[in-house]
């Protein structure tokens, strides 16, 4: 791995870990942990974030998008930060981590 890959994945690690910082209020569990990130993406200096809530009519969806971008925008080297609701695949239980299944009953 050269120096420049190992760097853009330390930086999209990073980015994993300031959303893992975001908490859902109604649940009380990180975005990360919920498994509502898809994908992370980082190049030239922007962040860009695949993610979906555990229903089209989440109450706190503005909320927890401002959130992220905000986490995001901590992170050195992330100067843009582009957040993707995206529906497809739709959400399920079965994305959450073994943590949070356990944390919510699912396990």
């Not at 993707?84 to 299944?101: H, Q």
């Amino acid at each position: 791995m050269s120096d420049a890959e190992s760097s853009h994945d330390s930086m999209e690690e990073a980015c994993y870990e300031a959303l893992g910082k975001v908490v859902d209020p109604e649940l009380g569990l990180d975005i990360v942990s919920l498994g509502l990130i898809y994908k992370v993406t980082v190049e030239s200096g922007q962040a860009d974030v695949d993610l979906t809530m555990t229903s089209p009519g989440c109450p706190v969806a503005d909320q927890l998008l401002f959130q992220a971008q905000n986490e995001l925008l901590k992170v050195p080297g992330v100067e843009r930060a582009k957040m993707n609701l995206v529906w497809s695949p739709p959400w399920s239980p079965e994305m959450m981590s073994l943590e949070a299944k356990m944390s919510l009953g699912f396990a």
